[in-house]
Nanobody
Framework: QVTVVESGGGLVQAGGSLRLSCAASGNSGRITRIYGMAWYRQTPGNQRELVANAITGSSPDYAESVKGRFTISRDDNANTVTLQMNSLEPEDTAVYFC?????????????????WGPGIQVTVSS
């Protein structure tokens, strides 16, 4: 029902910055409400971990390891979310995933959705 796509990953040296973007779009309907938009990351052999979470009506939450370095921003008019990553460290190397939760409206009515993007690689060299 909803397609989520990430962009902006790549290779950067330690201490550098990257900006990830994520866009959500309805396939057979229109996104009419967003509950939250979040970024997760995953490294080989490990579980996906929450990096930053922007819930409607609440202040953003961040993993302790990225506080003060990463900033999540939402544009609800465009159904997009960005993750500004500064002072990157080799430990930030991972595949980053965008997750969007909300309501999509079709001709049949309203339906809750939770959708993931395919993920995007971020590599920080030392």
């Amino acid at each position: 029902q909803v397609t989520v796509v990430e962009s902006g990953g790549g290779l950067v040296q330690a201490g550098g910055s990257l900006r990830l973007s994520c866009a959500a779009s309805g396939n057979s309907g229109r996104i009419t409400r967003i509950y939250g938009m979040a970024w997760y990351r995953q490294t080989p052999g490990n579980q996906r971990e929450l990096v930053a979470n922007a819930i409607t009506g609440s202040s953003p939450d961040y993993a302790e390891s990225v506080k003060g370095r990463f900033t999540i921003s939402r544009d609800d008019n465009a159904n997009t979310v960005t993750l500004q990553m500064n002072s990157l460290e080799p430990e930030d190397t991972a595949v980053y995933f965008c997750n969007v939760r909300g309501i999509v409206t079709t001709r049949r009515g309203q339906t809750d959705f939770g959708s993931w993007g395919p993920g995007i690689q971020v590599t920080v060299s030392s």
